[in-house]
């Protein structure tokens, strides 16, 4: 073990430091912070925190373990962050580009895998971040940490181990080091240096925090393991019978029993075991039909038969039993064991139910039901109607009786002083625990595939894993996964973002993986693991979509404002937040974008995140919605804010943001030995930036798109459609030599604008007639296109944004120069030449700055115009529309600060068409900020 890290071996009665004191042991200094939170729990103001859990006193007193962890509001947040925080120093220089390498971390460190939960980010895969942008002793806060992955890779930045597994060096003094190519040649740089960092981590689910606190706060593993072991011991003594089955081969252990649920024939009424009918024998294999022949009257039947099958519908057959938890008569799915797969020895085998199995589970089925156990009724919810729909209602609904009285033996015995950890084995366990398990025979030797991620989906064959097994299991994963962790480096909340009570301008770098729209339910999700630890989530402020909780994208979208806007509080200026985003909708995506502009965060790169292969390219467009992505983020200097305040919104201003903007972004992108483009160094990208800073600061842009590309080339290098400091452009140029091919920009056209774009790309390089241009840009206009979007003319693009030479006076130098280029004959002419004025005739070609302004006035013109029709059409929704003309019209009706306007006509637009264009979403949510902030 690392010297870095605490082993709590003999420490327990020993002296502990804990924020500055110093108690003469570990329980010691439990109890006098337990007695400290126990008083803030009677005070009725502390229980109106925002996002405080649904628990008693005693319940979040026993999971808590303060200062370190509380299952509510953490009240020791502001000492931990003074006493090992480092205040803000402006002199203090700092500088960071966005972290833009590979990244390759796969699941299967002992860490990711001890514990489930719905999203989880690889500890390795924080640590590439966290190495980067900080120091040993920097605080890092997460605040949707979910099961504390942040936490832990904060502390094994100080593991030597760890880090060169990642493939680093450290040397004698710390220093890490990374492998770069430089001049073809394998070189090793300083990259950060080694030693723990500390976490500040926050979640709202009760289920998140308790496995965060178990992952991070140390432990005696090997006492631990001595514990668990006895309980099991204990375990298989007193509920083994349970587990056991009676063969022609002798006694054996169960390993899983398949259960089925029953069927109604819709045509004849006969009953059908699903499993006998939908799963058939075909050789050595099975195959899965889920349509068969009824085996009373013939007809064809399907669970979900498709419109044109011809099959009919089968229907729930209900069995209704005396609930011993609930004392009342319930009505559920009827299910039936069918297979028990067993071992004797190191042997398994496989055989059908018989009566002796039955008398066991009806055995068990008698016993009385046990004071340990929760039977709290499921929440209405986006996903609780699955199993509701079913007859299962409450907690204990998701266990066999046989399941529930092992798990309830096991809590009696867990109590010798590691509850905790305890639980946190439990919990690892649970999940194969429940009847959402699926049996697919169809997989073969891998039948047993587990639940449905991200759902509370019943499956109508499932299997009831041996429980006793599962927790063994368990054990040796957790072993691995817990214990190694630094002292007093992590603090955990229980409690909404919005309300944690840090300092301004305390945090050195903020990482954290956000829930994303309609994608997971978590609350409803967390229900079954919390029930167990008795506190539960709040689920108020719980940034969601969800039509239960009354929540939209646009409730979503605010939610996660505010959740930023705390992040920007926090973090200290210039310093880098990332946001690993996963999500396929653009609305939601869109919601990111909007609420981190709102906040005052620059986004300086977009990467995708493929966690198959773990890999981070660029991205840029619509297909940045495909695949994870990996978004970082800085909070301009103080500096920069001052400047903006003295010299207010005027062309300065541009210029200084732009200056600034372009030190965050990546100077070069490798992968695969080949230079990347650089979405984020795209003019048009940059532009857009610089608006949502306008915005931001509720200043009119003072240029069009037009005059700043132009005052862009002018004052900035551009190399390969990417704009560079001085300083920035020598680094890429010598990077550029060494390949053979330019990086290049995919161009995707999906609306006016970016058809536009790609028209001026396809014109910068080639100057064409129209029936040239047509068949490519046909071409283009795919499956992509927006929906609602009025699909233009490619006459119209051309005649308002670009020129066309008529045949009159010299040919222009843009048409000159690719004519003389690409045909040998038309070399050396003068630009009035005959026949090069015959070859350049009717060309369109991209006009030089001045003229592109005067194009820009008069497009924009005509844009506004017809802008107003759309504020005095009738009717109450328009069905097809120009999103440019929008998008003209909302930056006009900003600019006169008329947000009514805005706010008018995106109530005539359908919903996705808002939530699915950033710039029409950015300045909607800024007109209703200012609208609700005038009120």
Known sequence: MNDLFHNQTGAANGPVECLGQTF???????????????????????????????????????????????????????????????????????????????????????????????????????????????????????????????????????????????????????????????????????????????????????????????????????????????????????????????????????????????????????????????????????????????????VKCSKSPGKDSGATKLERTWSSYHDKYLNQVIKVQKRTPLLINYSIGKKRYEKKIEANDMEVIAKINRLPSQNNIPFEMMPEGDKTWEPIRTGVTHTHHFYSDRVIQTISEFLKLANDGFESQMQFLLGSALPKLTIMNRYMPQHGGRALVGPMANTLYIPPVNVENNVIDQIEYQLKKIIQAIGRRAKNSVLISTQAIQSLDIQDNSIDYIFIDPPFGANIMYSELSFLRESWLSVRTNSKPEAIENKTQGKTIDSYRTLMTQSFREAYRVLKPGRWMTVEFSNTKASVWNSIQTALSDCGFVVASVAALDKTRGGLHAMLGVTAVKQDLVISAYKPTSELEARFEQIGGSEES?????????????????????????????????????????????????????????????????????????????????????????????????????????????????????????????????????????????????????????????????????????????????????????????????????????????????????????????????????????RAGFKAAWGAKNYKAIIAIAQKIPEDALQEDEKLLLWYDQALTRTEAGA
């Open 24 to 298: 003469p042991s570990d329980a010691a200094r439990r109890e006098h912070y337990l007695a400290i939170l126990r008083e803030k729990l009677r005070d009725p103001e502390f229980r109106k925190i925002d996002g405080f859990p649904v628990g008693s006193d005693e319940h979040i007193l026993a999971l808590s373990d303060p200062p370190y962890y509380t299952a509510c509001p953490n009240p020791f947040i502001e000492d931990f962050v003074r006493y090992y925080g480092k205040p803000y120093d402006s002199s203090v220089p700092y500088s960071k580009d966005p972290f833009a390498a590979d990244v390759s971390e796969g699941k299967n460190d002992p860490i990711y895998n001890a514990h489930s939960y719905h999203t989880k980010v690889p500890h390795k895969a924080i640590m590439r971040y966290i190495l980067h942008y900080t120091q040993p002793g920097d605080l890092i806060y997460d605040g949707f940490c979910g099961t504390g992955m942040t936490g832990v890779a904060a502390q094994m930045c100080g593991d030597r181990g760890v880090v060169e597994s990642m493939g680093f060096k450290v040397d004698e003094s710390g220093t890490v080091l990374e492998s770069v190519i430089e001049d073809g040649r394998t070189v090793w740089k300083n990259f950060s240096k080694l030693g723990v960092r500390r976490a500040l981590l926050n979640d709202l689910a009760p289920a998140a925090t308790f496995i965060a606190s178990n992952y991070n706060l140390p432990v005696d593993v090997h006492l631990f393991e001595d514990a668990a072991k006895n309980v099991i011991r204990q375990l298989k003594n007193n509920v083994g019978w349970m587990w056991e089955v009676n063969d022609k081969y002798g006694r054996g252990k169960i390993n899983y029993t398949v259960w089925s649920e029953l069927y109604a024939c819709g045509e004849c009424g006969g009953e059908i075991v699903y499993y006998e009918n939908a799963f058939k024998a075909v050789g050595n294999s099975v195959e899965y039909k889920d349509e068969f022949i009824c085996p009373h009257c013939g």
């Open 654 to 886: 541009v210029w200084d943001f732009v200056r600034t903007h372009l030190n965050y972004l990546p100077r070069v992108k490798i992968r695969d030995k080949q230079l990347e483009f650089i979405a984020e160094r795209d003019p048009r990208i940059i532009f857009d930036r610089m608006v949502g800073w306008f915005v931001r600061h509720n200043a009119p842009v003072p240029m069009s798109s037009q005059e700043f590309q132009a005052g862009l080339a002018q004052r900035f290098f551009v190399r390969d459609g990417m704009t560079f400091l001085p300083d920035q452009v020598a680094e890429y140029d010598k990077k550029r030599m060494q390949v053979a091919v330019a990086p290049q920009m995919e161009m995707f056209i999906s609306d006016e604008r970016s058809a536009i774009d790609w028209l001026s790309d396809f014109l910068k390089r080639r100057p064409s007639t129209y029936q040239e241009i047509h068949t490519d840009f046909i071409s283009q206009l795919g499956a992509g296109w927006k929906k609602h979007e009025s699909k233009p003319e490619l006459s119209a693009l051309l005649e308002d944004n670009f020129i066309q030479y008529d045949g009159t006076g010299e040919v222009p130098s843009q048409i000159h120069s690719y004519l003389s280029t690409n045909h040998k004959d038309l070399r050396s002419l003068e630009k009035n030449s005959p026949a090069l004025v015959a070859k350049a005739k009717d060309r369109w070609y991209v006009p030089d700055p001045n003229k592109a302004q005067d194009l820009e006035k008069k497009r924009e013109k005509a844009l506004l115009k017809e802008f107003e029709g759309y504020q005095v059409a009738t009717g109450r929704k328009l069905k097809e529309f120009r999103l440019e003309v929008l």
